[in-house]
């Protein structure tokens, strides 16, 4: 018997067809020529780029690689590396870590688990290669995938084109006589065949309302003049199908010299939607990119959710007709911020959003968490606030969209179809805590001048707080330990006068410290309802809360009533709460502060203080506070700008470090920079827009 030759495809040539393009982070030139020879040695094109700092790597991103191989660099670590990835237009490029010098074979579930794709040893050049070429072709496939994708929009917009230039209703006529006609045309004006219609003269069908404009324009068009031949006609004849007006157009025919062939449009009327074949196509379409990303994206649960405007601003249609097109384009951006799913647009101001799970009650979770959009919002367009006030539904999608009637029965239910709501407990109902008999204040009550400006305010404060329309931001930490993935600080503000007001350290509630601490119970039993329907996503999920500091210096129940909050929570985390002041605040009040903070340690919270280190008490404070975090000062986060200054910032935190350990947070990361600069200190969380944004709902900013 003769042998059986086995071959591994993925060892034929199929990946040598193409150049490989490796992106190589690493201190030695000689690694750097092994890896590159390993594979020109075996007949792959490579074209390979070797950086060790963390300025080049950025500007690197914005190519396209195949594979990211980190060994060792200067100024930039393996995780600063990956969350870069994640967060460039590349986010699933695959990365090789080299061996590192102190690696332990027990670790390496923990190097993938933060997202390294493989470990390999350059000391075995062929285990090497085999999971080089592994990596390789998981990179190729999900490029193929990425450009398959982009060519089946663009022919399924060309054909969907197609389709909509066939749907026409075309006839031939010659002296201005019907001599022939097309299904569609015999429909448009209720005729049953093309005897019907052969004979009859044009005009008897299309009783244009304006006949001498109409036979002026035809007559030059019969005699060659076809710039003049697409124009709408307003017509009499109640036959007709479609509604007025009906958008013709008249061309020279191709078989009969002295004839020619008018074309009416029936897809559409022009008050309904554009003329515009190409705006025409991506409505045609939405049911099918719908369809093709739940294909793309696989999932059991489905729903439909329809953004659409309950309101617009009157004042937005007085303005140019850019900001009306920038309006619409910012709806579509804040809710992609605010939802990281994919949004299709039907019409003006009428967005669809597909949400998956892989359960209901996941679903179901997402869904809630989309209720504080329906908040009146702000959109900012060349420096003005237009309000936004959106309307919110959703409907399940349990089966694949047929057609364009399909998907509008679809449209239809969820936009009559209110979102769930968080099922109460009796727990849960807390709204009561906005009547609060418990209260002791212990300093007599300071009241603004009633005609104040600071009284105005408050008062507008109240009234929001009344409507229940205070707005609570979201932001997720990154944490560098990828233990506590599912930490957001919570910060607060409303919409006054057309502007943000931010609630945190806001002066004019230290005029009423009644109303400041009704506002900060608000706050934490919203957010928590929030936290306690999140957790059905991500159990480990906890909230950093800021609050002001009537609540804790004057609120003598409030132990007892955080220690409610956290039972009803129902986490399975011993802390789901920190509870933030301000140092500046605290340092004011620093020995009944240490008491109060105390008895809230005993209850069950943990608390932190947000703006600190820039003072010269800062130390002073963190010896006789015990407290478990500490968030800095923004002008500590600006130190991160410069090689010097960052240098400095560390020996800052070493300094805090040595006198109480504790978990300390940068926030502010606004940029990449800053982003990437924030590693080289010992801040354990980082925050910033540029891993995600504030948000008014809790959502997992790696969930996309």
């Known amino acids: 018997m003769g042998s059986i030759k086995v071959r591994n495809p993925l060892l034929s040539k199929k990946l040598k067809r193409t150049e490989t393009r490796l992106l190589i982070i690493d201190d030695n030139q000689i690694r750097f020529n092994q890896i590159r020879d390993l594979l020109t040695s075996s007949e792959h094109l490579v074209h390979a780029t070797l950086l060790d700092d963390l300025q080049n790597f950025e500007k690197q991103l914005h190519h396209t690689w195949?594979?990211?191989?980190?060994?060792?660099?200067?100024?930039?670590?393996?995780?600063?590396?990956?969350?870069?990835?994640?967060?460039?237009?590349?986010?699933?490029?695959?990365?090789?870590?080299?061996?590192?010098?102190?690696?332990?074979?027990?670790?390496?579930?923990?190097?993938?688990?933060?997202?390294?794709?493989?470990?390999?040893?350059?000391?075995?050049?062929?285990?090497?290669?085999?999971?080089?070429?592994?990596?390789?072709?998981?990179?190729?496939?999900?490029?193929?995938?990425?450009?398959?994708?982009?060519?089946?929009?663009?022919?399924?917009?060309?054909?969907?084109?197609?389709?909509?230039?066939?749907?026409?209703?075309?006839?031939?006529?010659?002296?201005?006589?019907?001599?022939?006609?097309?299904?569609?045309?015999?429909?448009?004006?209720?005729?049953?065949?093309?005897?019907?219609?052969?004979?009859?003269?044009?005009?008897?069908?299309?009783?244009?309302?304006?006949?001498?404009?109409?036979?002026?324009?035809?007559?030059?068009?019969?005699?060659?003049?076809?710039?003049?031949?697409?124009?709408?006609?307003?017509?009499?004849?109640?036959?007709?199908?479609v509604p007025n007006p009906l958008k013709v157009e008249f061309l020279p025919s191709t078989n009969e010299e002295d004839a020619v062939q008018i074309t009416i449009d029936i897809e559409s009327s022009p008050s309904v939607q554009p003329t515009s074949t190409t705006a025409d196509a991506p409505k045609s379409n939405t049911y099918q990119l719908i369809n093709r990303t739940i294909t793309q994206q696989?999932?059991?649960?489905?729903?439909?959710?329809?953004?659409?405007?309950?309101?617009?601003?009157?004042?937005?249609?007085?303005?140019?007709?850019?900001?009306?097109?920038?309006?619409?384009?910012?709806?579509?951006?804040?809710?992609?911020?605010?939802?990281?799913?994919?949004?299709?647009?039907?019409?003006?101001?009428?967005?669809?959003?597909?949400?998956?799970?892989?359960?209901?009650?996941?679903?179901?979770?997402?869904l809630i968490g989309l209720s504080s959009l329906t908040k009146p919002q702000l959109l900012s367009i060349d420096h003005t606030s237009y309000p936004l006030n959106l309307r919110i539904g959703y409907t399940l999608l349990d089966t694949e969209i047929r057609d364009e009637k399909h998907f509008e029965q679809f449209i239809a239910t969820a936009y009559k179809t209110a979102l769930p709501e968080n099922q109460p407990t009796p727990a849960l109902e807390l709204e009561t805590p906005l009547n609060i008999p418990s209260i002791e204040l212990q300093q007599p009550e300071i009241k603004a001048v009633p005609s104040s400006p600071e009284a105005t305010l408050l008062r507008a404060l109240q009234q929001s707080l009344d409507r229940g329309e205070i707005h609570l931001k979201y932001q997720q930490l990154y944490d560098k330990q990828d233990t506590n993935l599912y930490t957001y600080e919570v910060t607060s503000g409303f919409i006054y006068e057309n502007a943000w007001k931010d609630l945190a350290g806001l002066r004019e509630l230290a005029d009423d410290p009644e109303l400041s601490i009704k506002l900060d119970r608000w706050?934490?039993?919203?957010?928590?309802?929030?936290?306690?329907?999140?957790?059905?996503?991500?159990?480990?999920?906890?909230?950093?809360?800021?609050?002001?500091?009537?609540?804790?210096?004057?609120?003598?129940?409030?132990?007892?009533?955080?220690?409610?909050?956290?039972?009803?929570?129902?986490?399975?985390?011993?802390?789901?709460?920190?509870?933030?002041?301000?140092?500046?605040?605290?340092?004011?009040?620093?020995?009944?502060?240490?008491?109060?903070?105390?008895?809230?340690r005993q209850f069950g919270a943990e608390v932190s203080l947000r703006d600190f280190g820039n003072s010269i008490y800062s130390e002073s404070m963190l010896r006789q506070l015990d407290v478990n975090c500490l968030t800095l000062h923004q002008n500590l986060t600006k130190m991160l700008q410069t090689e010097k200054s960052t240098q400095e910032l560390q020996e800052k935190l070493s300094a805090f470090q040595e006198i109480k350990a504790g978990e300390i947070m940068l926030r502010d990361l606004n940029d990449m920079t800053l982003f990437a600069n924030a590693w080289n200190v010992d801040a354990r969380f980082i925050q910033g827009d540029y891993f995600q944004k504030k948000l008014d709902h809790l959502i997992d900013v790696q969930d996309q």
């Not at 956290?566 to 240490?594: C, G, M, W, Y």
Request: proline letters at 4%; charged letters at 20%; glycine letters at 4%.
């Open 66 to 241: 195949d594979l990211v191989i980190f060994g060792r660099a200067y100024d930039l670590k393996y995780e600063q590396a990956l969350s870069l990835i994640r967060l460039s237009k590349q986010p699933n490029l695959p990365m090789i870590l080299l061996k590192p010098d102190d690696y332990q074979a027990d670790q390496y579930a923990g190097y993938i688990r933060k997202g390294i794709y493989d470990i390999l040893n350059l000391d075995y050049p062929d285990r090497f290669y085999i999971g080089l070429l592994r990596a390789l072709s998981l990179s190729r496939l999900l490029l193929t995938q990425q450009h398959l994708m982009e060519e089946l929009e663009t022919a399924q917009t060309q054909a969907q084109s197609l389709v909509q230039e066939s749907n026409k209703a075309i006839a031939l006529i010659q002296e201005g006589i019907h001599v022939q006609a097309n299904s569609e045309y015999l429909t448009l004006f209720g005729l049953n065949n093309e005897d019907q219609i052969v004979g009859l003269p044009l005009l008897d069908l299309l009783q244009p309302k304006n006949l001498n404009d109409f036979k002026l324009r035809f007559k030059k068009i019969s005699q060659g003049q076809f710039d003049l031949g697409r124009f709408e006609i307003n017509s009499l004849n109640h036959q007709i199908s």
């Open 298 to 366: 696989p999932s059991d649960i489905n729903a439909l959710v329809v953004f659409s405007l309950a309101s617009c601003p009157d004042n937005i249609f007085k303005e140019e007709w850019d900001t009306l097109k920038n309006y619409s384009t910012n709806i579509k951006d804040f809710l992609k911020e605010q939802t990281h799913a994919p949004l299709f647009q039907t019409s003006f101001g009428i967005y669809v959003g597909l949400f998956q799970a892989e359960s209901k009650a996941k679903l179901e979770s997402k």
């Open 523 to 600: 706050i934490l039993v919203e957010s928590c309802k929030q936290l306690h329907n999140f957790i059905t996503q991500y159990p480990e999920a906890k909230l950093i809360v800021n609050l002001n500091k009537a609540v804790l210096l004057h609120d003598r129940s409030f132990p007892e009533f955080i220690s409610k909050l956290i039972t009803i929570v129902r986490s399975k985390l011993k802390h789901p709460l920190v509870l933030q002041f301000s140092e500046e605040d605290i340092s004011q009040n620093i020995s009944d502060a240490q008491k109060y903070i105390a008895q809230l």
